[in-house]
């Protein structure tokens, strides 16, 4: 029941912008000029994506933003303060709290946790400043 009420009231146009501007920011945000140098350094590899792999990053981006637009508006989240805050959240309670592993699991240097967290804190944010205010 709590679905059926919140799913209408889902702006999909919003969702839609919001899963490609947080893509669009990740493809600045790995530029060799932002941290793009600094993650092949890191990582040791190179800059080549997964071309296979694309279709699955993109729609795992709408579907972050889908759940992100749930998730404002059952926050009640209707301003760019209150979306950018829900969005800031959702990312450290659950998805920085995921990249933690990497970091005691894999060993990830600190400096990748970083710049994959920061990418993550900075994209929900504006995702979730653009589901709170385009209604």
Excluded: Y
């Amino acid at each position: 029941m709590l679905l059926t009420s919140v799913l209408p009231g889902i702006n999909l146009l919003a969702v839609l912008v919001a899963g490609v501007v947080h893509m669009v920011l990740g493809l600045l945000w790995f530029q060799p000029k932002v941290f793009g140098n600094a993650w092949t350094k890191l990582t040791g590899r190179d800059m080549k994506p997964a071309t296979r792999w694309m279709p699955a990053g993109i729609v795992g981006h709408l579907l972050m933003s889908f759940v992100l637009a749930v998730i404002v508006k059952l926050a009640n989240a209707t301003t760019a303060l209150d979306g950018a805050l829900v969005g800031i959240l959702v990312c450290l309670g659950f998805v920085a709290t995921m990249l933690v592993g990497e970091l005691i699991w894999e060993k990830i240097p600190f400096k990748l946790f970083v710049v994959r967290a920061g990418n993550q804190l900075v994209g929900f944010a504006i995702s979730g400043i653009i589901l709170g205010t385009w209604r």
